[in-house]
């Protein structure tokens, strides 16, 4: 018995993780009327299969040898193919077959044919390395779509649809990654999570997502690496970094990996600020993405990263001229002291994927991030407000002639974060039939949180300290001297030490089918998600834990009509909550509230693509109007990337807009877009009436257009238009926000590359060192092309005599101009 039970053992172990020598043919064929075709015979040797009622086939051909593959109907002529496939490798292969003897055509199915029923824009990866921009990663061509919002070239946060920066998953390879807790600006931020060196596919979701993605209230950003098929190494060197990618796999087609390189330097936009500075900004990462086929039906991949963010600040001096033509008016800094910050963070996952059948995949995902983050800084400040000399001719002419304002200010900080989290999930789909998919997840998620928070500002005006405005104390400075205690205008410390347990599940069903003659899709789907905090320290109310349950149920519906007009009308809805985050639980005085509640928004979103043809080439327009209500809101404020909570579900909130986008092949061969975003975003504080969010971007216009010298193809071009109206732009410290609800000037801004083709992959070439390599590419790109001056926040400075605020705007880079070289091998 126990000779049978080994071999039993034995048996089932060779079966499970044996050395897979198949590959994978599948695809949809299609007749002259693009119309599915039903019993196809489809034949490799002694292995054969047919087609379904929707034309979809799916053969296992021998592995790494020429393979025949023959595809025959009664009524149709017979298509003839050679395949000569690796070992696990799927092959999409799509054939026409016409009842003539013309020959026969292959049609290709675009990623975003299967995506647009789910409402989900993807991007080629062609597009992303192509076009590199001012950000480092993927946000460069996100930018330009509508919905999407950047207004800082120095950072690759963003907020969708009026929400702000924490409300967006990213996920890559169905893996959700994390971003540091305490950057504070652009300038510290460094580099996007994703490489695009690494990326296969990139899908974006700006409202009424599906139950599969997680609780958050605005956007999902989903990545997809790739599984190499063959070795080969791309480069890329610029003035402000460089990048080094390199990707194998095995002669048996078992294990596939990549590797991707970055390090990224920003003193080429940071010195062109107005603040002159000494300053190393060093940001360095390394990912890797790995996968082992134990056998056709077990796949373990890994993904790893390892980033590391230095920066080193100490500014000099700054001048800033504001102010009207009558009236101009000068703000003069000078400087003493540094800023050091520090941030690493590791994260590795491990995910599993057993094949069970062709209709049921089980997968299980392990994952585990760590951030240390250092925020150290000591600046002494020495400022003048005053007008400015604006007689033309004279030798003082922009000199500061008189001073409405003399202080200094002091800001100190030693802010330490330590966290730590761990995921465990399994996810499955199974496939009911050809049309319909249950797909479902349940995942537990520890969070643990050590945090200390030391920041203090001393603010001196015409040699008086500027207490807090704590109006139960007379305080009549300067007029009468005041004999009470100097006290820091901000001082905030605190240790946390927090804890969160979260468990969470989904299920979701999808299918399609026809309704008449018009095809139709339908999902449905619910997430349930229960957490846990404990705080080692209770918040002012002695509360240190709190336990609660939320249920999101969500749904989306697409028809395509069976009209002569290509057209898909959409419609998505549900009930989207964020449980907090820690920085969401943590208020304006560093004390964490673990009572906070889920923020919850109802979102309905409408849409419409219809494809068309223009000059013979293919165009897109896509359109969509949202609204969202909003309840149970955690209101914030805004300072550059830093957002500061005040863990209080005390507003109430909604969104309303329409996006438009029109895509296609405006020049031959190329992909350009146009498109345009209106949003109203308003929140209620208190009951106190409503006023625009800090994300209130009212119209957005987005052009990215690529272009090429038709006498000279290999000399192309991109231009990266972005256009956005004001934001608020926030309050001074410890004032009412409905008493500031002006604007920052609008966001324009616009990039050039030109680049030229050395070494085009389509070509052959008879030069040695050009066959060396596959592609070289050399480019000049402009960024800020017309010099436009941004604004990202205001500094407010207190005029002594008035006491009035004066709101001194903090500018982004002008004009800069970079070098790129990339290649492939």
Do not use: C
């Amino acid at each position: 018995m126990k000779l049978n039970f080994l071999l039993w053992i034995a048996l089932f172990g060779f079966s499970f993780f044996g050395i897979s020598q198949t590959a994978t043919i599948k695809g949809v064929i299609l007749d002259d009327t693009q119309q599915p075709i039903f019993d196809v015979s489809i034949k490799a040797g002694d292995q054969g299969t047919t087609s379904n009622e929707n034309g979809f086939f799916e053969l296992k051909i021998p592995a790494n040898t020429d393979v025949t593959v023959i595809f025959s109907h009664l009524s149709h002529q017979s298509v003839t193919q050679t395949f000569n496939l690796k070992s696990g490798q799927e092959l999409e292969f799509n054939p026409v077959m016409k009842v003539d003897v013309e020959q026969i055509g292959v049609v290709v199915i675009n990623t975003n044919t299967r995506q647009q029923v789910d409402g989900v824009v993807t991007i080629t990866p062609e597009v992303l390395r192509t076009i590199k921009g001012a950000q480092p990663g993927v946000e460069n061509i996100l930018k330009t779509l509508p919905g999407f919002n950047i207004s800082n070239e120095l950072s690759t946060q963003y907020s969708v649809r009026g929400g702000n920066f924490d409300e967006n998953l990213v996920y890559v390879n169905e893996i959700e990654v994390y971003r540091p807790f305490l950057i504070r600006s652009g300038q510290q931020e460094g580099l996007s999570f994703v490489n695009t060196d690494l990326v296969q596919n990139v899908d974006f979701s700006a409202g009424g997502f599906q139950a599969k993605y997680g609780d958050k209230l605005s956007s999902v950003l989903d990545i997809t690496y790739r599984n190499p098929l063959k070795f080969g190494i791309r480069a890329d060197a610029s003035l402000l970094g460089g990048s080094l990618a390199a990707e194998t796999v095995s002669k048996d087609s078992k294990f596939s990996g990549i590797v991707g390189l970055r390090y990224r330097d920003n003193s080429l936009f940071i010195n062109s600020l107005e603040t002159e500075t000494n300053v190393r900004p060093v940001f360095a990462d390394a990912q890797t993405y790995l996968t082992y086929k134990f056998s056709d039906k077990f796949h373990l991949n890994f993904l790893g990263n390892v980033s590391l963010n230095k920066y080193t600040f100490r500014p000099k001096n700054r001048q800033t001229n504001f102010g009207t033509l009558d009236e101009p008016v000068a703000l003069l800094v000078f400087y003493d002291g540094q800023e050091k910050d520090e941030y690493l963070t590791t994260f590795g996952a491990f995910k599993a994927n057993y094949f069970a059948s062709e209709d049921l995949t089980l997968k299980l995902i392990g994952s585990a991030y760590h951030t240390t983050e250092e925020e150290y800084f000591d600046i002494f400040a020495q400022y003048r407000l005053g007008e400015v000399n604006s007689n033309i001719g004279d030798e003082n002419l922009g000199e500061v002639e008189f001073s409405e304002g003399i202080g200094s200010q002091l800001t100190h900080a030693r802010n330490d974060l330590d966290a730590l989290i761990v995921n465990v999930e399994h996810k499955g789909d199974y496939k009911i039939d050809a049309e319909s998919t249950l797909e479902w997840s349940v995942k537990y998620t520890h969070e643990d949180i050590r945090d200390r928070l030391v920041e203090w500002e001393v603010i001196d005006s015409a040699g008086f300290s500027v207490r807090p405005p704590i109006f139960d104390i007379q305080n009549d400075q300067p007029y009468e001297p005041f004999e009470g205690p100097l006290t820091a205008f901000q001082n905030v410390r605190a240790t946390n030490s927090v804890k969160i347990d979260r468990l969470q599940a989904y299920a979701q069903w999808s299918k399609r089918s026809t309704l008449g003659n018009s095809e139709v899709f339908y999902n449905a789907g619910v997430r349930v998600h229960n957490w846990t905090v404990n705080s080692e320290v209770p918040n002012q109310n002695g509360i240190s834990s709190s336990t609660q349950t939320v249920f999101s149920p969500r749904a989306q519906f697409a028809i395509k009509p069976d009209w002569k007009k290509d057209m898909l009308f959409r419609i998505a809805g549900g009930i989207y909550y964020q449980p907090p985050f820690y920085r969401e639980l943590r208020d304006s005085s560093g004390t964490v509230q673990p009572d906070v509640k889920a923020q919850k928004s109802f979102h309905l979103v409408v849409g419409n693509e219809y494809s068309f043809e223009i000059w013979n080439r293919p165009f897109k327009l896509v359109s969509e109007a949202y609204y969202k209500s909003l309840s149970d809101v955690n209101p914030y404020t805004l300072e550059n990337v830093r957002i500061r909570y005040r863990a209080k579900n005390n507003a109430k909130a909604y969104a309303y807009g329409l996006d438009l986008r029109l895509n296609g092949e405006f020049v031959p061969g190329t992909e350009s877009w146009f498109s345009f975003g209106y949003l109203k975003t308003e929140e209620n504080i208190d009951d106190r009436g409503y006023i625009s969010r800090p994300t209130d971007q009212r119209l957005k216009f987005g052009i990215l257009f690529q272009d090429y010298v038709p006498n000279i193809p290999d000399l192309k071009m991109y231009l990266n238009l972005v256009y956005n109206t004001g934001v608020p732009g926030g309050s001074p410290s410890y004032a009412d926000p409905y008493d500031y609800q002006t604007r920052l000037r609008d966001y324009r801004r616009a990039d050039l590359g030109v680049s030229y083709v050395v070494v085009d992959p389509n070509k052959t070439y008879t030069s040695s060192w050009k066959q060396k390599m596959k592609e070289l590419t050399i480019g000049v790109e402009i960024f800020n092309m017309f010099n436009a001056q941004n604004t990202i926040t205001n500094t407010w400075v207190r005029d002594v005599y008035s006491k009035r605020q004066y709101a001194i705007p903090n500018f982004l880079t002008p004009r800069v101009f970079n070098v790129r070289l990339s290649t492939r091998f």
